[in-house]
């Protein structure tokens, strides 16, 4: 079944839509359901932050930020000075995606690790406003946040919502893989590559990473929106680094430039401290294990590690353009 | 792993198809526990909190078991560490109510997660006492939402009545980052007209700071200035004590009851004397006269702490305490579990002595404790004592 | 006014020291091999809490400071040879992860060891407070800025005059030329974490009886440190000691003239402002690419 997850992407597509639809056989109470949602909010930012990371080559330290940004811009405007969500939402998104469009073109300037640390100091200033300003966000103990409706029609119960967000994730994974077959996806697989070599083949490098950094930040800000209004509670710690670290992890944990392997790491790391409660004292000792285990013996994440595997157990001629999927 | 989840709900299938024919058959039930869910920052930054806690829930748990349980079923604690995230917490108490099906739940240590978890309780109607502090709890009542920590507003009231007593009118107000301390800054800045004190001065510092001296020269240098308040917890307020002997400011100091431990003063050191604090009479357990009706109950928690844990002991146990004492109450009073039974029996205690003080529960009141559950505590000699 | 600025400086500096400590062991480690050591926070969490725990055991300092920075260089070289090694050949974001589950691995190793709690350490001569042009200064921050002090001449002596430390530079210069001349490159990667863990742990004694210590205590001073190094140009000696003062001090003196509740953030916009004119750092290499 993995390998198919690397298939093309007709294939990935039918196979992720399958899984969406089985998987409520073995949910069998709302606490499974509450956990399959927030796989599938995370899932969604990861499969924007992926397109940054591991098609475009620029790493973001700060991504929480704008998934915070995105909750908070949602909780203000549709409970504080009770716009309608759906407009709160679309005025947040359009928000978040001129900071991210703003601030970009200075912070995309920089490379490598001073980039991780621009992203970084953007996601902590956007943290430090929102425990701050508690006048409109609660400060550090955070904001209630009303249910989501559209018209009269409220979305409520962790059974509806998994269909909601299970729909809009395929909608996501759709966007992406679009996206990066378009002529402006293989220009920027050619960035990750060479980002030199790209501005001599005429690709403005400048434009397109700009593109994936709006791009990825309005899928966080979203994701953000609907968390806020799913929990009916949001607090900054989803603004925070660690929020930010996590989800960088789970991208390369499920495997760099391959946009299943987003979907797989939102799924195993969302899941994981679930199941190490086990492990009680023991928990954080274990879950660090894992992450360094992982990453040493399937350094290229597990998605693109697993198909290969496949792929050679089958002799089947190892194809670059594939494991990139 | 998604084999393991369909392997476990058929077990659980099973269980409850077994569990239904018992039933039928009218056995009694008297087998099954009573199970108490927790949720508590055993880990991160509330640490300080949350340890103590799930460790008083622990050893008070299998100590009614030893002495035959409640109602003659033994109970079963369902703990897990929302390590301080509010998003954790909220995932946590859905697996107690749906997944564990508990009783009723004790736990959430800070305000941001208790308040996280307020939405899921009322919708599932399962009794919920909270372990944190702030006054949003409560106010206004929920239905199915109770605390046994004091508010942070009581603490100010505390802190301004001692201040009048005093002649202190114009202050200085210092603050940390976590919820707790803005919490309470805002209580305090609310109920400081009310006593007639001036806060003239309002800083802050943040998560992890190393050194407050520079917010304290501010402090220093504003004109007029008679007592300064710190509210806030963990390590921040002991920093703040150091310093705050180190640039020589000389008025008087007063604390949160975010650091009511002994371990404020030994992480303080000689810069801690004088300081002064409102905090629950468990912390002076030994010194308090015998005729007081909380002495009991206090030394008796304080010793069975302190010999199994080899750890000083804390308020915030205390609440943990406190709350599973008004749990295992309300459900004798309501002769079982059931949770509206229960709830209705929570909101009617009255007179119960917990280490907080006495809780007197009413329909408007899910907390119960007022003003006299605080005493004013000064360190004196490297230890608390209490301010006649 | 001016007695004010004094406690505002003293204060940045001695903060500012420690960040710098800690961003000397991102750059060593960095230079040797191109990793960002996410878990540099936690050598600094092992000196103060190893400290502790000898101290209370009844051990002098003398004896306990040593023993506690050996035991961080053990746990460096350890990371170093179980984690960081195995993943040789791996993209820099891989190894990144593989560092933050040390981290993570070893905070929750130190909450099983130690516990979760708070722990004061001894000033080293007295807290008597000292006046120093009208601030006032412990005279445990005096041993903070001496101490760093010291470091940072012995290391680039040890840089400058050691073949060790030569074959350390050739080696960030040039990895493959310095393999070529006979360098041990893998010993060089080796020793650099073992380094840059002994440095880390030096930080956490010295600020330990200054704000205590606890066992995630390195994840905010990690932050810090990180923030220094990227600041003073990643790689450079120079470069983040300066780092580390630099933000030392914007921190204190915008608590102190500005904001107390935005000291960090006013701390960070510096850095993006520093950044946007000058994208490898104060110090740092120009014109080197590397994702």
């Known amino acids: 079944m993995l390998s198919r997850l690397a298939a093309p992407r007709t294939g990935g597509m039918l196979a992720l839509a399958v899984v969406i639809a089985l998987l409520p056989l073995v949910l069998s109470n709302k606490y499974f359901y509450d956990i399959a949602v927030l796989v599938g909010l995370n899932a969604i930012v990861c499969v924007g932050l992926n397109l940054l990371i591991g098609y475009a080559g620029q790493i973001s330290l700060g991504h929480a930020g704008f998934f915070g940004a995105g909750a908070y811009g949602s909780a203000i405007l549709a409970s504080r000075y009770g716009w309608p969500p759906l407009a709160a939402m679309l005025a947040t998104t359009l928000a978040v995606a001129a900071l991210a469009f703003l601030v970009g073109r200075p912070i995309l300037r920089l490379k490598g690790h001073y980039l991780a640390m621009a992203t970084l100091g953007l996601g902590i200033i956007i943290f430090m406003v929102i425990t701050t300003e508690d006048r409109f966000t609660g400060g550090p103990d955070g904001i209630s946040v009303v249910p989501l409706s559209i018209g009269g029609f409220v979305l409520q119960g962790e059974r509806l919502w998994y269909w909601v967000v299970g729909a809009l994730l395929l909608l996501a994974v759709w966007l992406a893989l679009n996206l990066i077959e378009s002529p402006a996806g293989r220009a920027l697989r050619a960035l990750h590559s060479s980002e030199v070599g790209a501005e001599v083949v005429g690709i403005n490098a400048a434009e397109h990473k700009l593109m994936v950094f709006v791009i990825s930040a309005v899928f966080a800000s979203i994701a953000g929106s609907l968390a806020a209004h799913y929990s009916g509670f949001v607090t900054p710690g989803k603004a925070a680094f660690l929020h930010s670290i996590e989800l960088v992890t789970m991208v390369v944990f499920g495997g760099m430039a391959s946009t299943f392997g987003a979907v797989v790491g939102a799924a195993v790391l969302t899941t994981l401290p679930q199941l190490l409660t086990v492990f009680e004292d023991y928990e954080m000792m274990v879950f660090g294990a894992v992450m360094m285990g992982t990453m040493i013996f399937l350094p290229r994440g597990v998605v693109p590690s697993v198909a290969r595997l496949f792929r050679a157990r089958r002799r089947e001629p190892a194809d670059h353009a594939e494991t990139r999927r | ?388 | 006014m001016s007695a004010q600025f004094m406690q505002y400086l003293l204060t940045g500096l001695t903060v500012g020291a420690i960040y710098a400590l800690v961003a000397l062991g991102f750059s060593i480690i960095f230079n040797a091999s191109h990793v960002i050591n996410f878990a540099q926070g936690e050598f600094v969490m092992i000196g103060g809490m190893t400290t502790v725990t000898l101290t209370a055991a009844g051990l002098p300092y003398l004896l306990a400071i040593p023993l506690a920075i050996a035991a961080a260089a053990l746990v460096g070289l350890a990371l170093e040879k179980f984690a960081v090694e195995p993943a040789r050949g791996a993209s820099v974001i891989t190894l990144i992860i593989i560092t933050i589950g040390a981290s993570i691995f070893l905070r929750g190793l130190a909450m099983v060891i130690w516990d979760k709690r708070f722990h004061a350490l001894k000033p080293f001569t007295g807290d008597t407070p000292i006046a120093i042009g009208g601030a006032t200064v412990l005279p445990q921050s005096l041993w903070v800025i001496g101490v760093t002090l010291a470091i940072v001449l012995a290391l680039s002596w040890f840089f400058g005059r050691t073949l060790l430390g030569k074959a350390m530079l050739a080696t960030s210069h040039n990895r493959l030329a310095a393999q070529l001349v006979g360098i041990n490159v893998r010993m060089v990667l080796f020793l650099s974490f073992g380094l840059s863990a002994a440095l880390g742990a030096v930080a956490g004694i010295l600020i330990a009886p200054i704000t205590t210590t606890s066992y995630d205590v390195g994840v905010m001073l990690g932050l810090k440190g990180f923030a220094s190094a990227i600041l003073g140009g990643l790689g450079s000696g120079v470069g983040a000691v300066v780092g580390g003062l630099v933000l030392g001090i914007a921190e204190t003196m915008s608590a102190g003239y500005i904001s107390s509740a935005y000291k960090d953030a006013i701390a960070f916009v510096i850095i993006l402002a520093v950044l946007f004119f000058m994208p490898s750092g104060l110090f740092g290499k120009r014109g080197s690419e590397r994702v």
Request: with cysteine.
């Open chain 2, 1 to 388: 792993m998604k084999s393991t989840r369909a392997k476990d709900s058929f077990k659980r299938g099973l269980v409850a198809v077994a569990a239904a024919f018992t039933l039928m058959a009218g056995t009694a039930i008297a087998a099954e526990p009573i199970k108490i869910g927790s949720f508590l920052s055993v880990t991160g930054g509330a640490a300080f909190l949350g340890d103590p806690e799930q460790k008083t829930l622990e050893l008070y748990v299998e100590k009614i078991n030893a002495g035959g349980g409640v109602l003659g079923r033994k109970l079963e604690l369902v703990a897990y560490d929302s390590a301080g995230d509010a998003e954790k917490a909220r995932t946590f108490v859905k697996r107690l109510i749906e997944q564990d099906k508990v009783d009723v739940i004790v736990g959430g240590s800070t305000t941001g997660e208790t308040m996280a978890v307020v939405p899921l309780v009322e919708a599932a109607q399962v009794p919920f006492i909270s372990l944190a502090g702030a006054v949003v709890i409560v106010e206004p009542v929920k239905k199915w939402v109770f605390k046994t920590p004091h508010t942070d507003r009581m603490a100010c009231e505390k802190i301004f009545i001692d201040m009048q007593s005093r002649k202190l009118s114009k202050i200085a107000l210092i603050s940390g980052p976590g919820g707790f301390d803005k919490s309470m800054r805002g209580q305090c800045l609310g109920v400081a007209k009310k006593y007639g004190v001036d806060v003239i001065a309002d800083e802050t510092y943040g998560k992890g700071d190393t050194d407050m001296t520079a917010q304290l020269t501010k402090i220093k240098n504003t004109a007029g200035v008679q007592a300064v308040l710190n509210a806030g917890f963990g390590e921040g307020p002991a920093i703040v004590t150091k310093n705050y002997r180190q640039i020589g400011i000389s008025v008087p100091l007063y604390q949160s009851h975010g650091v009511a431990s002994k371990e404020f003063i030994k992480l303080a050191g000689a810069a801690a004397e004088g300081v002064r604090l409102p905090a629950a009479a468990l912390l002076v357990a030994e010194s308090l006269p015998a005729s007081d009706p909380q002495r009991p109950v206090v030394v008796a928690y304080k010793k069975e702490y302190e010999s199994r844990f080899k750890s000083e002991v804390s308020t915030f146990g205390g609440h943990a305490y406190d709350g599973l004492y008004l749990v295992v109450e309300a459900m004798k009073k309501a002769g079982g579990t059931d949770k509206a039974k229960v709830r209705d029996a929570l909101e009617g205690v009255r007179g119960f002595m917990g280490t907080a003080g006495v809780f007197n529960m009413s329909a408007g009141d899910h907390m119960g404790l007022d003003l006299s559950a605080f005493r004013m505590l000064e360190v004196k000699g490297g230890d608390w004592t209490l301010v006649k």
